[in-house]
């Protein structure tokens, strides 16, 4: 059971580049998210689904785009890269249900020059 | 808007001691709280899961504890280890929603 998965797990992109970050899981979970994790600021919420092909903005959704076409994929991704996207990203998925546990996949650091 | 907040920022002690980490929330209609441990450059790794009706749960040397009306959780780490060393984060769902909210996390060194 490999849980959450994170492609890739480290990039560098120069300003201007996209890209996109692939998380996969395969719980049958009906939640994904994509945090942030920034310094002394705890991991912030980007985006998050609550089902296949639905998606909501977080509390820092700027410069980001999201799609889930399958329940086991979501994709975060950066259409014009910014130096203020330096940071490690994280995704996760939860059944939606009380009483039961989030799970992380292992970080994608990402540089933007 | 549920709001986490986690005291101390940081912590550092001599091998062998028992401590305590706190974490709180403003919104007590919680449906679980969840702490994580991450070490430097690592991904979050779940040490404990309290749900909603249970005051209290145990693993090892970790021993988390929930009181809801409170808006508290305290993580203990009995004869805390130089691998204790991490950042322990907590996380809070609840306040009708199922969206991990966290903490910034305490980093706690354990020096021998």
């Known amino acids: 059971n490999a849980g959450v998965t994170q492609t890739p797990k480290f990039r560098v992109l120069k300003t201007g580049q996209s890209m996109t970050l692939l998380c996969a899981q395969d719980?049958?979970?009906?939640?994904m998210y994509w945090y942030r994790q920034d310094p002394g600021m705890g991991l912030r919420l980007i985006h998050y689904?609550?089902?296949?092909?639905?998606?909501a903005k977080g509390e820092v959704p700027d410069g980001y785009n999201v799609s889930r076409l399958k329940k086991q994929n979501f994709l975060l991704g950066l259409e014009s890269a910014a130096p203020s996207q330096t940071s490690v990203y994280f995704c996760a998925s939860n059944l939606g249900q009380a009483n039961t546990e989030a799970f992380f996949g292992q970080g994608t650091r990402l540089t933007v020059v | 808007k549920q709001e986490v907040t986690q005291i101390p920022a940081a912590l550092s002690v001599p091998e062998g001691e028992n401590l305590v980490l706190n974490c709180s929330f403003t919104?007590?209609?919680?449906?679980?709280l969840q702490w994580f441990r991450q070490d430097p450059g690592k991904g979050l790794t779940s040490l404990l899961l309290?749900?909603?009706?249970?005051r209290e749960q145990t693993s090892g040397r970790l021993n988390a504890s929930l009181d809801k009306s409170s808006g508290r959780s305290t993580l203990y780490i009995a004869a805390s280890q130089p691998g204790d060393s991490a950042t322990y984060l907590c996380?809070?769902?609840?306040?009708?929603?199922?969206?991990?909210?966290f903490g910034r996390g305490t980093s706690l060194i354990v020096h021998p």
């Open positions: 919104d007590s209609a919680i449906y679980n």
């Open positions: 719980m049958n979970h009906e939640y």
């Open positions: 309290i749900q909603s009706s249970q």
């Open positions: 689904s609550v089902g296949e092909g639905t998606t």
């Open positions: 996380a809070v769902e609840g306040g009708g929603s199922y969206i991990p909210t």
